[in-house]
Every structure is written in C-alpha cells, then in structure tokens.
C-alpha cells in the first residue's frame, strides 16, 4: 500500500492534469495498474512511462485487464430497485440482466430484437427517458394494465400507450438512480455481477459474457 501511495503521490505532482485512478499493484512485479479516460492503463514504479494493452497471464490465459475492467466498471446489483423496472422472465429465467432504455432511442430498438433472442433470461428494464419527448410514453407504458405488452408494441410496433400518464410511477426515480450510476446514455446494460455496459450489445455478447464469467 504504500508503494502505491507513493505512486499515486508522485503521479499528482509531476502529472497533475492526469487523472490517474484505480491505481493498484499487479502480479508482475514493478507494474501497477490504473484507469485514466476511463481505460486500463499500466504503469511502472517510477511513475515515468504509461503502458496500453492487455496483460495476460501465460500458464491459464487469463485476461487480468478484462478482470479489471469488470472491477472497476461494477455497480452492486443487490442496491437495484428491481421493483421500478418493467420484469420479463424467459424461460427458467436463471439468467439475469438489467437494462436503462429509452422508448426513443434507436439503439434500445435495435437491442430489443437482441433480448428476443436470449433465452433462460430474467430481464429487468428500468424506464430511463432521457431525452424530454421520451417521459410522457414512458410513464404511460408503465401505467398500462400490462406494462410488457405496451412496451413491446411501442418498440416493435411504433403504438403509443393509451393509458394515463398520471399513475404513481418510478420514472423520476429512476432518472435519479441511472444518473448514481453514471448511466450518461442508452441502451445501458448491467449484469447479475455488476458490471455495466454502455450502449448496443448483441445477444452474442451478452451469452459469451455470462459463459465467461459463470452468469
């Protein structure tokens, strides 16, 4: 740890306009690793030279930078409050997924086709509108006698809601709640483990992330 400290210290005062974050020792001696821009840097011990790429360990193959990428990309699934979001269970829905969408968003559209395809998946989608013409739908989809219904045909079908948009509703939550998690667009993804993915993902992905990671 102090190692570190003193990394980190000196990192400030000779680079103070780079953010360094998330500084950590490796399992190679002499190397540390760090975030900076929100990517997976290396750094030696004298604080003088930046590395980019992935480290891999040799004797297993493992990924040590998507480990930590997974790390310090992580929120705690056990805080979501599920009971805001709209719940589609597939299957024996052993898997589980949580996603931030907007009604407006093309890339949500494009990724509902993808959910189409997951199958033994439980799905939480939570109402995020972050764009203004994107709240009043929102709410009347969630005010709907059957809320999965009225959100599969505004996003498959293009048909507005006809229900009231005046029900008690966790819209306002939830914009606080993906603002928290620095949700800044959509579709966002977060999965059984934590680990939060911003913007489109195939269903490809999605099934390889939960093999690689025993989801």
Not at 12 to 21: A, E, G, I, S, T
Not at 26 to 36: C, F, P, R
């Amino acid at each position: 740890m102090a190692d570190v400290a003193s990394l980190n210290s000196q990192l400030k005062r000779q680079y103070p306009n780079l953010n360094f974050q998330n500084i950590a020792a490796t399992e190679v001696h002499g190397i540390y690793s760090a975030t900076l821009d929100k990517q997976i840097v290396y750094l030696d011990e004298a604080g003088q030279h930046v590395m980019l790429g992935s480290m891999i360990r040799l004797k297993d193959q493992k990924n040590l930078t998507q480990n930590l990428v997974i790390q310090n990309n992580r929120v705690d699934w056990r805080s979501l409050p599920l009971q805001d979001a709209l719940k589609q269970v597939k299957g024996n829905g052993q898997h589980q997924l949580a996603i931030f969408v907007d009604p407006n968003c093309p890339y949500c559209k494009k990724l509902e086709k993808e959910l189409d395809k997951l199958n033994n998946v439980t799905i939480y989608r939570f109402l995020y509108p972050i764009r203004p013409q994107s709240i009043v739908s929102s709410k009347q989809v969630w005010c709907s006698p059957n809320r999965n219904y009225a959100w599969d045909n505004l996003m498959g079908r293009g048909l507005m809601p006809t229900a009231s948009s005046t029900c008690a509703n966790p819209i306002q939550r939830n914009l606080q709640l993906g603002q928290k998690l620095k949700i800044e667009g959509t579709p966002g993804l977060i999965f059984a483990n934590g680990y939060r993915a911003l913007g489109y993902t195939s269903a490809e992905q999605i099934q390889a992330f939960w093999q690689q990671n025993g989801l």
